[in-house]
């Protein structure tokens, strides 16, 4: 049977056939129809973070860390300074974009089981007053930790330093609010927690810093600041934009809004997760996370102890049964990881948790507990 | 009606509903299924070139200008020197780029409605052996003029130069061969003339040079020999792929196989582009440029010298009846363009023809004789 897997993965994840079915016309991209279909989508953006008096968004071609990348290079003057708060793969990710484009980065390191601490980013600011901007990644989908945004950027705030957040696997589903927590650029893409199909990002810029960021980017397709210009004088993007990636977010965004907005998505996120949760431990699968720490975004679950794991075998037994599993991204500890976004609800995630069920058998796994644990219990 | 307008643009186009049907389906984009698409487009795009031996391809997230700059950001030492031949609005747009990242940029201007010369370029080499690369637009899509890629790659392999080649709106209509033509990058993007939709870009490198370009790129999203690498050694795009614009495009490669590949698809647009010309010239409109050096790609045309003329109604009456024109690029001149390309024929573009009388007769706009063929009749 040819039949679509579950996609338990952090982005592309699982669509709504009426968000791709959006994807069959095309589009011309200077065209009235499609400026007004991206003036639509600028404006919903807008309001899920309640910013349409303090921010502008910029929409840009191509994945979430091409806009992450954009972000640093438009916001960052080319003398600034970088803090990169760092307790995951994708926090190490920006501190390696910022030091490739030249700009003095510093990362400050925490343990990727817990999220980082707003008492030691004010302990680092205050220690060294070179630093101009301050780099969080609001959810880290590397373990799945929840990192305090609001803590964060209140300590920014005092300290009268710029903020940048990478909200890719968290925007639409977690609250964000632009009239309480302020931010110089917040980060995020299509294919996420928005549920669009992945191939552009969007980047909310602070309007009071907006023109300080004209000629700080190095790069022309990533200069937020020229792209957003060209898009107030036109209404067009600067460069061909990715016209049924943006068509789709739009019926995305439309569906969004229907389910009742990012606190109906949490909700059901949260219901995701915790079927996943409950699922798993019925089959003695361990959270790498402390649930406190958990977003209800991806889960790292310790990989099996049984001697039959393998991650290959076990992702192969999954994905016949119809689901993707992603493999974990930690170095230390054997791990995979579960995605609870997506066009999907909690038959999903109870079908998911059968399939893995099915697969431990097949495979002569009689437990999903972890190495650790079964040396306990032994 | 609320059916679909044919687009006579440069890109993004008409592409078949096979195409967009394509784009119907959710994909991982770490699963087996997804890398082997993955692998099927690039060996697809190879082979177009004849370059299996030669080079290899990486394809980029994002716009083709995207893909430019990767290619010049990846290829280009920092203290390389780079020659642009400059016939057009796209040459220009090269060049800004290359100075943007910090690359020393040269411009070698030449006449907008003429092709590059390569004597002019032979003698800028040998008067300046700083210069590292040069930098030539196949196909200006500005004017629309087709530049002599094979004479400006001679004199770079002559003179020891290396050859970046912007081939985006050439690439799968005009012939291009990797075993007669010597280039280090040549840079195209799935939403041109292999009509699939925009959203990604690629490069063919040199294998000789790839491993030479290591570190060369300070945007980690542009460097394509990172990109090379970890796609050589997992299969998987290094960042989140557009997932259905790379669906969309294997879905567009076999229909241009099926079709008859490159020399079938010059025929089609050769096809289009006489229907064109000899459809306006009837209503008396005139080309800007001479026969001799206009590729069949697309086709700027004088506006109409008659005062009642303005490209805003003209356009909105050509849209009216189903057809999106595109407006000119030229500073000096007012001209409106109308691509050739895309999943359209001869009847489409006879029907276009009939949909611009239409509208001049709407307008009350009596010929399309430009102003300059007015004042001479007159």
């Not at 630093?131 to 300290?159: D, F, K, S, W, Y």
């Not at 310790?302 to 037994?317: I, L, M, S, T």
């Given at each position: 049977m040819d039949r679509d897997r579950i996609l338990l993965t952090p982005g592309p994840l699982t669509t709504t056939l009426r968000t791709r079915l959006a994807m069959l016309r095309d589009?011309?991209?200077?065209?009235?129809?499609?400026?007004?279909?991206?003036?639509?989508?600028?404006?919903?953006?807008?309001?899920?973070?309640?910013?349409?008096?303090?921010?502008?968004?910029?929409?840009?071609?191509?994945?979430?860390?091409?806009?992450?990348?954009?972000?640093?290079?438009?916001?960052?003057?080319?003398?600034?300074?970088?803090?990169?708060?760092?307790?995951?793969?994708?926090?190490?990710?920006?501190?390696?974009?910022t030091t490739l484009m030249g700009r003095e980065c510093t990362v400050l390191p925490f343990n990727e089981s817990a999220p980082v601490e707003p008492a030691a980013l004010d302990a680092a600011l205050a220690a060294n007053a070179g630093i101009t901007h301050v780099l969080l990644v609001h959810c880290e989908t590397g373990a799945g930790v929840l990192n305090p945004l609001a803590q964060v950027a209140e300590v920014c705030r005092r300290r009268g330093r710029g903020l940048i957040v990478d909200a890719m696997s968290s925007f639409g589903a977690l609250p964000i609010d632009a009239r309480e927590i302020r931010f110089d650029a917040l980060v995020a893409a299509s294919g996420k927690c928005l549920e669009g199909v992945p191939g552009m990002g969007f980047v909310f810029l602070r309007k009071a810093?907006?023109?300080?960021?004209?000629?700080?980017?190095?790069?022309?397709?990533?200069?937020?600041?020229?792209?957003?210009?060209?898009?107030?004088?036109?209404?067009?993007?600067?460069?061909?934009?990715?016209?049924?990636?943006?068509?789709?977010?739009?019926?995305?965004?439309?569906?969004?809004?229907?389910?009742?907005?990012?606190?109906?998505?949490?909700?059901?996120?949260?219901?995701?997760?915790?079927?996943?949760?409950?699922?798993?431990?019925?089959?003695e699968f361990m959270p790498f996370l402390d649930a406190r720490v958990q977003a209800p975004i991806i889960v790292t679950f310790h990989a099996p102890g049984d001697p039959r794991y393998a991650f290959k075998d076990f992702n192969a037994g999954a994905r016949a049964h119809g689901f993707l599993l992603y493999p974990g991204k930690l170095t230390q500890v054997e791990t995979f990881r579960v995605g609870c976004i997506g066009a999907i609800g909690r038959n999903e995630m109870q079908q998911a948790v059968h399939a893995v069920e099915l697969t431990l058998r097949e495979l002569g796994i009689a437990s999903g507990a972890p190495a650790l644990q079964q040396r306990r219990e032994g």
């Amino acid at each position: 049977m040819d039949r679509d897997r579950i996609l338990l993965t952090p982005g592309p994840l699982t669509t709504t056939l009426r968000t791709r079915l959006a994807m069959l016309r095309d589009w011309g991209s200077w065209d009235g129809d499609f400026i007004a279909l991206t003036a639509q989508v600028r404006q919903s953006l807008l309001r899920i973070i309640h910013g349409a008096d303090s921010h502008v968004v910029v929409p840009l071609q191509g994945s979430g860390t091409f806009s992450v990348e954009a972000a640093v290079a438009t916001v960052v003057p080319r003398d600034g300074h970088v803090l990169v708060l760092d307790n995951g793969a994708y926090c190490k990710r920006a501190a390696r974009l910022t030091t490739l484009m030249g700009r003095e980065c510093t990362v400050l390191p925490f343990n990727e089981s817990a999220p980082v601490e707003p008492a030691a980013l004010d302990a680092a600011l205050a220690a060294n007053a070179g630093i101009t901007h301050v780099l969080l990644v609001h959810c880290e989908t590397g373990a799945g930790v929840l990192n305090p945004l609001a803590q964060v950027a209140e300590v920014c705030r005092r300290r009268g330093r710029g903020l940048i957040v990478d909200a890719m696997s968290s925007f639409g589903a977690l609250p964000i609010d632009a009239r309480e927590i302020r931010f110089d650029a917040l980060v995020a893409a299509s294919g996420k927690c928005l549920e669009g199909v992945p191939g552009m990002g969007f980047v909310f810029l602070r309007k009071a810093i907006v023109e300080g960021c004209a000629g700080n980017s190095q790069s022309l397709a990533m200069d937020l600041h020229d792209q957003h210009r060209y898009m107030e004088q036109t209404g067009q993007w600067r460069f061909t934009p990715p016209t049924h990636v943006l068509a789709a977010l739009a019926e995305a965004l439309a569906q969004f809004q229907e389910e009742g907005g990012q606190p109906a998505r949490l909700a059901r996120y949260t219901d995701n997760y915790r079927t996943l949760v409950d699922g798993m431990a019925r089959l003695e699968f361990m959270p790498f996370l402390d649930a406190r720490v958990q977003a209800p975004i991806i889960v790292t679950f310790h990989a099996p102890g049984d001697p039959r794991y393998a991650f290959k075998d076990f992702n192969a037994g999954a994905r016949a049964h119809g689901f993707l599993l992603y493999p974990g991204k930690l170095t230390q500890v054997e791990t995979f990881r579960v995605g609870c976004i997506g066009a999907i609800g909690r038959n999903e995630m109870q079908q998911a948790v059968h399939a893995v069920e099915l697969t431990l058998r097949e495979l002569g796994i009689a437990s999903g507990a972890p190495a650790l644990q079964q040396r306990r219990e032994g």
